[in-house]
């Protein structure tokens, strides 16, 4: 499992750089730049949970080896 998620969080912050990528910075609202904000928050918020997630298997590991 810590492959796994390992691997996704590398996936969306890969996505997040993409994104950042497709940002014009003069009209930061408008067309492809609003698709590109959706996405590195939808990202960003992908790399939140999946690191919320590896440190509650964590926390599962340490009370279960007690």
């Given at each position: 499992?810590?492959i796994?998620?390992?691997?996704?969080?590398?996936?969306?912050?890969a996505l997040i750089?993409f994104?950042?990528?497709?940002?014009d910075?003069k009209?930061?609202f408008?067309?492809?730049s609003?698709?590109a904000?959706?996405?590195?928050?939808?990202?960003?918020?992908?790399?939140?949970?999946?690191?919320i997630?590896r440190?509650s298997?964590r926390?599962?590991?340490k009370?279960h080896?007690r």
């Amino acid at each position: 499992m810590k492959i796994f998620t390992s691997i996704l969080v590398i996936l969306a912050l890969a996505l997040i750089v993409f994104n950042i990528t497709l940002l014009d910075f003069k009209n930061p609202f408008q067309g492809d730049s609003a698709v590109a904000f959706i996405g590195i928050a939808a990202s960003f918020c992908a790399v939140l949970i999946l690191l919320i997630f590896r440190i509650s298997k964590r926390i599962e590991e340490k009370t279960h080896g007690r």
